[in-house]
């Protein structure tokens, strides 16, 4: 995140390193007092009666395993809490030495611990480039957001900036149980929460106030739902009118990172989020790929997602290499950065450049981020990410401070680019589709966002990246969002948290494994077990092991959410290699919500994988005289 505080240009490349540093860098600081904070996994507790345990009593029983593994009091053991988790994980996160670590393993109800890790974090013309005006269309439709509430996950808020004006914002809904800890003129109608959770313990906020010392979370705040500010500008350029893509919904911020994010603070403001009652998570910050039960961004969103909440969080800046993804677990939107086809500087652009209205203007918009992650997705080969790609590079958005003292107002900007910057537009165009579609999981809305994604640029050929060459499924996911059709996508490919626990079981992860995730005891013989690739997604992603002479089958469902009476007819492209064939081949739907299984058989050519091909792509559509419903096809052929 330090690399993203300059001008953009210069920024994006060293944030895998300043990942290492600051890992370095904390362990070194614990071990230097011999204390290190732990992220304890456990059962839950044995309760006398059915109902849900109240809250006393999940912290008795947290307390329980501080107690009886240390010879310290009880009293100084309880100071070594740092957050009790009731929401989204069972579990607390806690100040201890290895051998207390030891001692608890063999306590009942132990599930498992590991020392928490530090993460890094990983506008304004983006509206109108991804058709969003003032108006009319999408932002008319969903009245710019209203009633939704983003939750941000970040550096804190400038809550001085005029982004964060109320001005036609509605009260926040009934439902919010949050609270704002800034001083009581500063919260509003826009910033209806604001909570700081770094240097907190026991469990609660720190009850000071997140002011935003880096400038981060200020950006990436109102870049999701922003009020719209005329005249902004930052080194001269961009001067225009700045808002957020959902601009009357509320903003609850949670202030988790300084110098990196720490574990235990990100899944204590999940927590808190949840219980809050936000809508939609944005977290523009993520580590290296791990198991998802080890990763706590993943454990946090099944929490979430569980709930009803949509999470959207980065990608990565770790490209242009192939696996090297952040935030894989198929609940999560992941979120790749692209360009805008607003020049501000690229002296090094293409001739393809033209002028229009004075400003420069790139047909060849969007591309692909050099600095956006790659998959294959290493956690789950099965799951194709990124999802998709949105705006990400030399956004402008809102500032704490002036960058070029040009600016004697508080409406200060910057440019920055990031998978930090394209995540909380995704978050913010999640809250307008969940405006318009209250009823819609998070899964639906993210079916809608994949399947209606554009797979071509400005200039109708196939999206490239920044160096000009053809962007793989890899880099792109099911392509660019395209708002306005992911308000209408005609299918919609659903999934309920349970639906989860089978693939899960699929990956081959212990029960026990699984149960920190899902929060309950899971039997896989009972549940089933299925191939990563059979969950209900919108997307496809096959391997094919040397030599793999047998067929996979593959059924996915979808829900009719367009006109009652639709037929859809299939447009396939099959990828190198392979023969596939799906039956049926066309959809008719006479109702609405109406369900239909389709079924899908992948088969390897002779010589798959063998000619020095590593990926194959294709795609999966369904045309009716309204909508395209595409689904992008990744083939990984496995040489080993
Ligand atoms: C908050 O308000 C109190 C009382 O009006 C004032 O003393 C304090 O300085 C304010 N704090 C900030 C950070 O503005
Ligand atoms: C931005 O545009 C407005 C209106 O066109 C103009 O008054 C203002 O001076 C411009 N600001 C900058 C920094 O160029
Ligand atoms: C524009 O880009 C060129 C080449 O990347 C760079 O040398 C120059 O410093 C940039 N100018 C600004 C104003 O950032
Ligand atoms: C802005 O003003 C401050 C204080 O006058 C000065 O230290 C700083 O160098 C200036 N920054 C720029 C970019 O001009
Ligand atoms: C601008 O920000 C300062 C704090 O930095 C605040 O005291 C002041 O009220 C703000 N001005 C406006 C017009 O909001
Ligand atoms: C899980 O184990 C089964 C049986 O050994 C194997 O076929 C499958 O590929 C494994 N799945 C993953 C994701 O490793
Ligand atoms: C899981 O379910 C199977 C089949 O019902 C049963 O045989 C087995 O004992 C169960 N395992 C556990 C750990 O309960
Ligand atoms: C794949 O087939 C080739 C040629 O038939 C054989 O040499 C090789 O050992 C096989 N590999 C595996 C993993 O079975
Ligand atoms: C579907 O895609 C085809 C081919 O790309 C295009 O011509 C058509 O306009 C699209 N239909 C809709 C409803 O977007």
Known sequence: ????????????????????????????????????????????????NSFAQSHEDLESWYQSFLSETSENSNQLMKQRMVHTYRNVAIGFAAKLMPEEVKAMEKKEGFVSAHPERILPLQTTHSPDFLGLHQGSGLWEQTNYGEGVIIGVLDTGVAPYHPSFSDEGVSPPPAKWKGKCDFNATLCNKKLIGAKDFIGSSKGKPTGSAPFDQDGHGTHTSSTAAGNFVEGASAFGVANGTAVGMAPYAHLA?????????????????????????????????????????????????FGATQKGIFVSCAAGNSGPYHGSLSNEAPWILTVGASTTDRILNLTSTPTSTILFN??????????????????????????????IIGPGVDILAAWPVSVDNATKSNATFNIISGTSMSTPHLSGIAALLKSSHPDWSPAAIKSAIMTSANVLNLAGLPIVDQRLN???????????????????????????????????????????????????????SQVGVIPEAQLNYPSFSIKIGSNESQSQYYTRTVRNVGPASSTYNLDLLVPHKMGMSVNPEVLTFTEVNQEI????????????????????????????????????????????
């Open 470 to 524: 053809r962007a793989d499924v890899f880099a792109i996911g099911a392509g660019h969002v395209n708002p306005t059709k992911a308000n209408d996508p005609g299918l919609i490919y659903d999934t309920q948290p349970k639906d989860y626990i089978p693939y899960l079981c699929g990956l081959n992860y212990t029960e026990k494994e699984i149960q920190i995730i899902t929060q309950q005891k899971v039997n896989c």
């Open 1 to 48: 995140m330090e690399t993203e505080k300059g001008m953009a240009l210069q920024v994006i490349y060293l944030v895998g390193l300043t990942f290492m540093f600051y890992l370095s860098l904390a362990i070194a600081q614990e071990e230097q007092n011999n204390l290190q904070t732990y992220i304890i996994w456990v059962e839950k507790p044995v309760s006398q």
């Open 597 to 640: 299984t389709y079924h899908v058989e992948f088969i390897a050519e002779d010589g798959a994988g063998k000619d020095g091909v590593a990926f194959g792509q294709g795609y999966l559509r369904w045309v009716s005289d309204k909508h395209n419903v595409t689904s992008p096809i990744a083939v990984i052929f496995d040489s080993k």
């Open 253 to 301: 911020i949670y202030r988790v990172c300084d110098f990196g994010c720490a574990e235990g603070d990100i899944l204590a403001a999940m927590d808190a989020a949840v219980e809050d009652g936000v809508d939609v998570l944005s977290l523009s910050l993520g580590g290296p790929s791990i198991p998802f039960y080890g990763d706590v961004i993943a454990v946090g969103a």
């Open 358 to 387: 004075g400003a420069a203007s790139d047909p060849l918009a969007p591309k692909v981020a050099t600095f956006s992650s790659r998959g294959p997705n290493t956690a789950s080969p099965g799951i194709l990410k990124p999802d």
